[in-house]
């Protein structure tokens, strides 16, 4: 299928603003928490301000993939994006934590459509390897959104904790090249490289894709905590250190498709979580604040290949008039992953102190991995 540059560039661009989108606002939550002091639980709700909108996800997407499929993806991304802004920039007025919580959960419908429309895209503009090659660009380009979404707000929020909120105006940006060059490509047009279509074992897609973001998105969540209230860092300096674990994370995206030739999506899933067991291991063990742009990078190197890798997976069994639908549960079970991370990890880190939760939470990832190599053994879901 014949695509323009700039409708893939388009493409590229609806991509950076879906992920790593909520690690915006991820290094001003320390000064949240200090001008909401007085709140009870004021710890955990600035940890929900990234991880809310995923909430929302998690429950809507696949009412939303329905909303997608009856009014078109290029309408659809419209009014996502349109969203995006209105609500990401909610936080430059509003005043309680709880209508900021608010206002994050319905941001969260935004990137859910926006995550549907991208996936499915890719599904319908590209075959084979062209899809491997397009998919780690993909991955790179949310990679690169994540970088200029945690520099961006790590320098605003040493101005003021509400400044990172503008960040979300680039919605608007994306808006215009969405209505001049984004192509819609109509169902008789596409067709499939076999004949796998939808089956009952795609739920192991989902459960894994669940189990890789309840993971990595310790990074955005745990470790500024662990770089500004246990090495004393500024909000430029840890913006600046999870920008460098998403460059990495962008060069793991990139490294999928050439992986892919020599290796079965379930073992490229069991290497990105060897190498982010071996991230949060070297992570535990820093003594030195500059230490962590050696070691953050490991993981987003691991989180990188893993994207890509979990997101050709779903699109190479799903039959291209199933995309709309498994990209929402896809994108459902991605972000109630992202929700669950800092619910699932916090009683672990007030446990153990969030330096030595790293270690922990290496040695827990290393028992899950060998359990799933066990049970992979048992059961090849996928040739």
């Known amino acids: 299928m014949n695509i323009s540059k700039l409708t893939k560039i388009t493409l590229l661009l609806l991509s950076m603003l879906t992920m790593m989108s909520n690690v915006a606002i991820v290094t001003m939550l320390p000064h949240l928490n200090e001008h909401f002091e007085g709140v009870d639980n ?33 309408r659809s991304a419209v009014i996502a994006l349109v969203l995006f802004s209105l609500f990401g920039t909610a936080g430059l007025y509003l005043q309680s934590i709880y209508e900021l919580l608010f206002s994050r959960f319905l941001f969260g419908i935004a990137i859910a459509m ?9 599904g319908d503009y590209f075959k ?13 380009f949310i990679s690169i959104g994540g970088i200029m979404f945690i520099v961006g707000g790590g320098v605003l929020s040493d101005i003021g904790w509400r400044y990172p909120f503008w960040i979300y105006i680039l919605g608007l ?13 109509k169902t008789s047009e596409i067709t499939d490289e076999d004949d796998t279509y939808l089956n009952h074992n795609l739920w192991y897609i989902y459960l894994l894709a669940f189990i890789l973001m309840l993971i990595f998105y310790i990074l955005p969540t745990q470790i500024p905590f662990l770089i500004v209230n246990v090495f004393g860092a500024s909000g430029t300096l840890t913006g600046a250190i999870i920008a460098t674990a998403f460059v990495f994370n962008a ?20 290497i990105g979580m ?9 992570i535990g063990n820093v003594n030195n ?57 916090m009683p672990l ?17 290393v028992l899950i991995l060998s359990v799933f190599l066990v049970f992979n053994r048992i059961r090849k879901i996928y040739k």
């Open 42 to 74: 004021i710890e955990l709700y600035s940890r929900l301000m990234i991880t809310l909108p995923s909430l929302s996800i998690a429950f809507l997407s696949p009412f939303l993939g329905h909303l997608v499929y009856k009014i078109g993806k290029k």
């Open 114 to 122: 926006l995550m549907i429309i991208s996936t499915s895209l890719i």
């Open 128 to 140: 084979n390897e062209d899809r491997h090659k397009f998919m780690g660009l993909q991955s790179a």
């Open 173 to 185: 940006v994306v808006l215009v090249f969405v209505l001049k060059y984004l192509v819609e490509v």
């Open 251 to 270: 060069i793991g995206a990139i490294s999928f498709s050439k992986l892919k030739k020599r290796f079965e999506f379930s073992s490229i899933y069991m």
């Open 274 to 282: 060897a190498i982010i067991a071996f991230g949060f291991m070297a």
């Open 289 to 345: 604040v500059y230490l962590f742009f050696i070691t953050s990078p490991i993981m987003g190197f691991g989180g990188g290949l893993l994207m890509a890798n979990m997101t050709s997976w779903m699109l190479h069994v799903a039959h291209h008039t199933k995309r709309i639908k498994v990209s929402a549960y896809l994108t459902s079970a991605y972000f109630f992953g992202q929700f669950c991370s800092p619910i699932a990890t």
């Open 349 to 365: 880190v007030k446990y153990a102190g969030v330096k030595d939760f790293f270690e922990l939470s290496s040695i827990l990832l």
